[in-house]
């Protein structure tokens, strides 16, 4: 079994995704302590340290037990905050110190020098000089390949465009194939319960409770705001009647869901109306529609707006799997022998 390291674990969506490609997760790193206590209950037996800028190569290697050059993968999803394009101006990207801690991942590469790399980010972060120089300090050693995929055609339903960078000691890693078999939300959510019914999901029960004047507008709704009343149309939405469309829609069940946000738990943050019930996404729900599998454990008495900011930060675990199963099957072909041949 190959072995990895997750940096900026989260609550473990691409720790999940690497051990389902058949990694063994040695070694895990996050910052905020209602992640680690999310991913602990997940992955107890992985190490979890707390801030990757006081973790040495070193200690890694001691910790883990491999050599130089050993480790197989080194995957990070450093926070995207700064890079998302809701924070940016004419173009730029916001001023956040959370963007230089890409470079913190190339330290710790330098140190340890894993055979292979996976990086996942926002698109946007492909358009700054970070990028940019990330690579340029390990071109000596590393071969990269990037691009921009969509998380519906990896398994994932729901619309969520990531940067992804590969890099190989080898060669160059070829990003995977999609798949053009989409998963939907009713294939997803649709055999849940009423989340107020009899169930023994109680993640399923946690859900944002609403104004009458909130509920009597969701209920208003068929598709999008559009649908509303001038009585129950917000002000704000009078002024700058264009705006974010998606802001108090509706759900389709026979197409993925709209991109998970830190806010999917709120209707009037995007399109996050239940496809049938006239309610929020519970965190169960947002769960299943992030990739996650329905025996995952979250730490309930965070409440759901952590929750919900944990789940919509994560990395799919179905999307990561694709990325590091090619990971893998590339390094086995390279070890074995003849460079792989890339597929046409």
Request: hydrophobic share 35%; glycine share 8%.
């Amino acid at each position: 079994m190959r072995t990895a390291i997750d940096l900026f674990s989260g609550c473990g969506g691409l720790t999940e995704g690497l051990k389902n490609a058949g990694f063994n997760v040695l070694l895990g790193c996050e910052i905020r302590p209602e992640a680690r206590e999310a991913y602990k209950l997940n992955h107890p037996d992985v190490i979890v340290y707390e801030d990757v800028r006081k973790l040495k190569g070193e200690e890694i290697l001691a910790k883990t037990g491999l050599g130089v050059d050993e480790l197989d993968l080194l995957a990070a999803c450093p926070p995207c905050q700064g890079f998302s394009s809701i924070r940016t101006r004419n173009g730029n990207i916001a001023d956040d110190p959370r963007n230089e801690l890409v470079f913190e991942v190339a330290r710790l590469i330098r140190e340890i020098r894993p055979k292979a790399i996976l990086l996942e980010n926002v698109p946007r972060l492909l358009q700054d000089e970070r990028i940019r120089l990330f690579k340029s300090e390990l071109s000596n050693d590393y071969s990269f390949t990037e691009g921009v995929l969509d998380a519906r055609y990896f398994g994932v339903p729901q619309r969520r465009k990531r940067m992804i960078v590969m890099g190989s000691r080898h060669g160059q890693i070829p990003l995977p194939n999609r798949s053009e078999k989409l998963i939907t939300v009713r294939d997803a959510i649709g055999d849940l319960p009423d989340p107020d019914a009899t169930h023994k999901r109680p993640l399923h029960r946690i859900r944002q409770r609403f104004t009458e004047k909130v509920q009597e507008r969701i209920e208003a709704i068929e598709k999008n705001r559009d649908d509303l009343p001038d009585s129950l149309i917000l002000d704000c939405h009078k002024r700058y009647p264009g705006g974010f469309r998606d802001v108090y829609g509706r759900i389709a069940w026979d197409n993925v869901a709209p991109t998970i946000t830190r806010s999917s738990h709120n209707p009037s943050k995007g399109r996050f109306i239940h496809p049938a019930e006239n309610r929020g996404l519970t965190i169960y729900e947002i769960m299943l529609l992030q990739g996650f599998p329905r025996s995952y454990k979250l730490p309930k008495e965070n409440g759901i707006g952590k929750l919900s900011s944990l789940l919509g930060e994560a990395f799919p675990p179905p999307m990561a799997k694709v990325q590091a199963k090619q990971i893998y099957q590339y390094l086995d072909v390279w070890e074995a022998g003849p460079s792989p041949q890339t597929e046409a």
